[in-house]
């Protein structure tokens, strides 16, 4: 099992940066993409960034160029900056990571940290 606790979530006006952490523990050695994923009221989870376990980011066209993904492999966390927010951007942020178990692929997720841009 994986266990993911994200941190870093609140309240910013537009423009504003927020930071989220995700820290990952338990079978961290089968981890391998890691990302955020966000769910706006009344919307479907979208993906947001996710990163391979070699560094190489992928993003959504909506935020790229205004958020950027990292990991910590030693420390085993996954980081998101995230600035020049927009009230778009309002949303429950979820850690995601895929890890190789004894029955394929498996998906681990965090509980979510809320992020609210306002206008």
């Known amino acids: 099992q994986i266990q993911l606790v994200e941190s870093g979530g609140g309240l910013v006006q537009a423009g504003e940066s927020l930071r989220l952490s995700c820290a990952a523990s338990g079978r961290v050695f089968s981890i391998n993409t890691m990302g955020w994923y966000r769910q706006a009221p009344g919307k479907q989870r979208e993906l947001v960034a996710t990163i391979t376990h070699g560094g190489i980011p992928d993003y959504a066209d909506s935020v790229k160029g205004r958020f950027t993904i990292s990991r910590d492999n030693a420390k085993n966390t996954v980081s998101l900056q995230m600035n020049s927010l927009k009230p778009g951007d309002t949303g429950v942020y979820s850690c995601?990571?895929?890890?190789?178990?004894?029955?394929?692929?498996?998906?681990?997720w965090g509980q979510g940290t809320q992020v609210t841009v306002s206008s």
């Open positions: 995601n990571a895929g890890a190789l178990g004894a029955g394929g692929r498996e998906e681990y």
